[in-house]
């Protein structure tokens, strides 16, 4: 049996004050497989992402998983800049369709409690509508939008119920390797 690539392409602005992410960026890292790159950490010129070799890698990949925290109901604006600048007509869309089939995922934490993110809850939203922009990409790219992992109320997790999440995540983007 073939074992699928996954690339983990993680946002995050502050990752060194991030126990969240720092660790399971670091976990991932080492299921077999996986790629993780920190996009906050590579090169750009005049501000802009190296397209070709980033879409090298995602051509490689069988899924890609964004990785960010949710900051009032978007990713870090650098997530925002590399999609604008790999995404390009040319390989994406517009005929040439080079994702389609692959997988897309977000994997996201919140500040805020599951039962806020609902049609009575505080922010009047489940988090899958918040991340309709994320499934829309997916669409629009003929690839696939697979059910989004999250951490609700990352920081306010005790060790025990974080380590709890960590181990949830990486079991499910391990399997995405089978």
Known sequence: ?????VLVLLSHPYLESSNVHRNLSQRLSKIENVAVR????????????DAKTEQALWDEADTIILEFPMYWYHSPASLKQYLDD?????WAFQNA????????MVLTTTGGVESEYSANGEHGFELSSVLTPYKSTASFT????IPELVIYAANFLTESELESEFNRIVQSVTELTK
Not at 1 to 5: A, Q
Not at 38 to 49: M, R, S, V
């Open 142 to 145: 003929k690839m696939k939008y």
């Open 38 to 49: 920190h996009i906050d950490q590579l090169p750009t010129k005049n501000t802009h992402f």
């Open 97 to 104: 369709y080079a994702l389609e089939g692959k997988q897309l």
């Open 86 to 90: 790999v995404l390009t007509e040319d």
């Open 1 to 5: 049996m073939v074992s699928k690539k």
